[in-house]
């Protein structure tokens, strides 16, 4: 149940992005409205190993959120590449570890997240500029 938590945590802190943009997330059908630009999400966990011994062992989760820029094509890549910034700044701050808990799991985000190339979709009205946010999270023996 980790993972959901961990998840939930991340959605519900992008949500709180302003301005607020449509979101996409996996297995979720949305249909976007050309000339409007929108993120889509996947939340890719990765490893998960002990970060205890003994009896009663801690777990620790790690992980990537990718949120994706989806900006209309042919718009220049001033606009997209802000959107993406401030996305990466809505996940980190200089001063502080982010902390996001959800149903008593919390998670951290450590390290200022990564905006990547963007990547031109040749057959969609849209260009993608991927931000990963990295996350971990000690998860308690249950």
């Known amino acids: 149940m980790s993972a959901n938590n961990i998840r939930r945590a991340l959605i519900k802190h992008l949500e709180t992005l302003a301005p607020a943009w449509a979101l996409k997330g996996e297995n979720r059908n949305y249909t976007p409205t050309e000339g409007t630009p929108y993120h889509r999400f996947t939340f890719i966990p990765n490893t998960s190993s002990a970060a205890s011994f003994g009896s009663g062992v801690t777990t620790l989760e790690e992980g990537i959120f990718q949120i994706d820029v989806m900006?209309?094509?042919?718009?220049?890549?001033?606009a997209a590449f802000?959107?993406?910034?401030?996305?990466?700044?809505?996940?980190?701050?200089?001063?502080?570890?982010?902390?996001?808990?959800?149903?008593?799991t919390t998670l951290r985000i450590l390290e200022k997240p990564s905006i990547h190339s963007m990547?031109?979709?040749?057959?969609?009205?849209?260009?993608?500029?991927?931000v990963d946010?990295?996350?971990?999270a000690f998860i308690p023996p249950a």
């Not at 900006?71 to 001033?78: E, F, I, M, Q």
């Not at 802000?82 to 008593?104: I, K, P, Q, Y």
């Not at 946010?133 to 971990?136: D, E």
Request: charged share 15%.
């Open 71 to 78: 900006y209309p094509k042919d718009r220049g890549a001033n």
């Open 82 to 104: 802000t959107r993406a910034d401030l996305v990466r700044n809505h996940f980190f701050t200089n001063s502080a570890v982010l902390n996001l808990t959800e149903s008593g």
């Open 133 to 136: 946010v990295h996350y971990m």
């Open 119 to 130: 990547i031109v979709l040749p057959d969609q009205p849209f260009v993608q500029i991927p």
